[in-house]
């Protein structure tokens, strides 16, 4: 029992305050790109071709963060320094289109309607599938209700049926065999739904875009109300993507 | 088809049918004689039957209806990996290919033939469950058609009281699918079946058309939890056939790695486990803990799982000199939270009364299956990469060996706790001696017709990477295996006799990747 106390005493109090300034991410943490358009010569595609995924194009210069995994091959190959990963976290967008970063960056996300904010804002239950996914988008969903995270704090909870759920989030490629069980997940959510998807793989196909055994991503068909980019994203990351959603963080420009 | 009968006399002690090489040693493919198909199978049981194990069955289809397979076998004892080779002919009548199966003698071989089997149409003759391993039949069906998939048949008991639960493929959680088909008799498990497939991206397959850096990519997200360890495999084998030294320094820095990957999965597991029996304060704090060791990660590479770290001929990022010292700092502060918190959960008697006794998996039964990393050490197999086929910083620096009597959760949950102990110190030495030589060095053309395997302890156990260049050095074979692949049978027999609601418990014990199995 003394050990119990003692344990307790030395483990202290460990959950985030996420209302301040952005969490102190390491130097080496990849998020947002910042792209530096003005640097670019007109001849070099050096990006675009060192990407193991397609995600660079050149003139405009944009970087589809739906499709990069943050593998930080093109930052050194850029000659002029026009690719810079920065320490923002804050990647989620509402749209594909708004995943596409220039060199004025992406769009933020905006809340939902304020119908479904009056149905969810305060209370979102989640059902989570996971169609292909490696782990590692799943490892960081898990973390994200461990005691530094906490994310049942602000109502929002992952749980065991879609019939308790108001929404889906969904990581992986969309497996050919995992295609029929997620659609049948999204049937049986009652309307109206949620879905987010979270990480390259789900979003874009990821490492394994063009596997032809995939959807490579969601398929069209299901309609996406939130993209979380990330290989996979840190939980900061999908943190920041759902109190948008919900409203309960507004402003903070990404410039 | 004919099966030819095994002869009288005892197989041959030392086969020199095989060819054997090292951990991260590039053969030419000529070396590898080509024997017939019987000789192929005794040669396997013979080496299997002296400690062997076999570690991967590679099929590469030829021209004019033949098809060859390579074996690898890998000796712990000798800390060698054996190369062997047959060629099989297409029957002229059933158009298929046959071969008697290893299974029957050799259990541990059973899901490499069902492999071969649904991937090639290889026939294993004789063997006792020959369902495709990860095949749904949706490629038989229009793509995206969204029609479910046609049912295999699962194993039945049947009699008076026998009933069958079905779980899965999608779980009550966030975890990865599989489906677990029980056969009980009230609430005791007669069978487990478990049936994977759900998470086939066909990496390997992509993989052999990729470029190298989507490659690498593709090695780092096999089994997401495990970037270091397969990327590791990776790029030892494109150094073996391209022959790059790999400096001092970013051998260090794979092995901080790849034990900061161990120290991160087997405290979350031990945080898990403490959760599946409802003991909050060590799910809670071993939890917590878990995080400071994907942070540390991120603080090397960016990424908390550690993606972008290792590249062929070394690593990106190294630990700056000024930073040593506050990492060393650090991971005491970790350790001595880590003591306190696992002093006080393996103290506790309702922890141990769920762990003791439960899901307990024989010492004959782990060897039989070829079982692997912490799984197997705690059914006292004595078996660890990093001391057997050590390559790498594990050449010059040792981490003792965690072996565990029982078989049962227990033993599972006390085997990760010694290495993680053995973990903390390994880091905290490399950390403190760590050399400014460079940390990547030049990776030279791959050698042409060639075969390399690489072998890596993972967190979960042995991950082999088994290589194979044709006459331009391109791969013409490249095959991936996770830990999971040998152990989830594993899981199926620590159920037998188990009620059925120690079934988490029990998997949370050996926690397999899903998509590593299915690739």
Known sequence: MPNLWLTRLRQGHRTVDISGAMPSLPERFRGRPNLDESKCSTDCDACADVCPVNAISHAPLRIDTGACVFCPLCEPHCPTGAITFTRDHRLAARSRADLVHDSQGGRIVSALDDTMRRLFGRSLKLRQVSAGGCGGCEAELNALSNVVFDLSRFGIDFVASPRHADGVVITGPVTDNMEFALRETYAAIPPPKIVIAVGSCAISGGPYSGGGRSRDGVPGDIPVDLYVPGCPPHPFTVLDGLLRLLGRIEGGSRS | ?519
């Open chain 2, 1 to 519: 088809m004919d099966v030819p009968a095994p002869p009288d006399t005892a197989p041959q002690t030392s086969s020199p049918s095989i060819t054997w090489t090292r951990n991260g040693v590039a053969v030419p493919s000529q070396s590898i004689a080509s024997i017939d198909a019987f000789a192929f199978w005794q040669a396997c049981l013979a080496a299997c039957g002296q400690g062997a194990r076999v570690v991967s069955l590679v099929a590469s289809p030829e021209l004019d209806d033949a098809i060859s397979i390579l074996g690898v076998l890998v000796d712990d004892l000798q800390g060698r990996i054996g190369l062997l080779r047959t060629r099989l002919m297409r029957d002229p009548d059933s158009r298929a290919f046959a071969y008697r199966s290893l299974t029957p003698e050799l259990p541990q071989a059973q899901a490499f033939e069902r492999c071969l089997l649904e991937d090639y149409g290889i026939q294993p003759i004789g063997h006792p469950w020959p369902k495709p391993l990860r095949r749904h039949d949706t490629l038989e069906k229009p793509m995206g058609s969204g029609a479910p998939a046609r049912p295999h048949p699962f194993f039945e008991v049947r009699g008076a009281g026998v009933h069958e639960v079905a779980v899965g493929p999608v779980h009550a959680g966030i975890i990865e699918p599989g489906h677990f088909r029980f056969q009980c008799e009230g609430e005791t498990v007669l069978h487990l079946e478990i049936q994977l497939g759900y998470q086939t991206r066909g990496a390997e397959a992509l993989f052999l058309r990729s470029p190298d850096s989507r490659r690498l990519l593709i090695s780092e997200s096999v089994a997401g939890d495990t970037s270091i360890g397969h990327a590791t495999a990776y790029c030892m084998n494109e150094e073996a056939l391209g022959g790059s030294e790999v400096p001092l320094a970013a051998l260090a820095l794979r092995g901080v790695a790849l034990e900061l990957e161990r120290l991160a999965n087997h405290t979350g597991d031990l945080g898990a486990l403490c959760g599946d029996v409802g003991y909050l304060p060590g799910a809670s704090y071993f939890g917590r803990l878990r995080g400071e060791f994907l942070n540390l990660t991120m603080e090397l590479s960016g990424s908390r799982v550690g993606r972008g770290m290792v590249i062929p001929g070394g690593v990106r990022f190294g630990v700056p000199l000024d930073q040593r010292a506050a990492w060393i700092a650090r991971l005491t502060r970790v350790q001595r939270d880590l003591e306190d918190t696992a002093n006080m959960a393996f103290a506790s008697s309702a922890l141990a009364a769920r762990f003791e006794e439960t899901g307990r998996v024989s010492h004959t039964v782990a060897e039989e299956l070829g079982l692997v990393g912490p799984v197997a050490r705690a059914s006292e197999c004595d078996r660890d990469v990093r001391r057997d086929h050590p390559r790498g910083i594990y050449r010059f620096a040792h981490v003792p060996i965690a072996i565990a009597p029982g078989g049962d959760v227990m033993a599972r949950a006390l085997v990760r706790w010694v290495e993680i102990q053995r973990s903390l110190t390994f880091v905290k030495e490399q950390i403190a001696s760590l050399s400014d030589s460079p940390i990547h060095g030049a990776v030279g053309a791959r050698t042409r017709e060639a075969v390399c395997v690489s072998l890596v302890e993972g967190w979960r156990g042995e991950i082999a990477h088994v290589a194979v260049t044709n006459e331009v050095g391109q791969f013409t074979a490249y095959r991936i295996v996770d830990p999971s692949f040998h152990n989830w049978f594993g899981l199926t027999m620590a159920l037998r006799d188990c009620p059925i609601s120690d079934f988490p418990l029990c998997n949370k014990s050996f926690n397999l990747s899903y998509s590593g199995h299915d690739l």
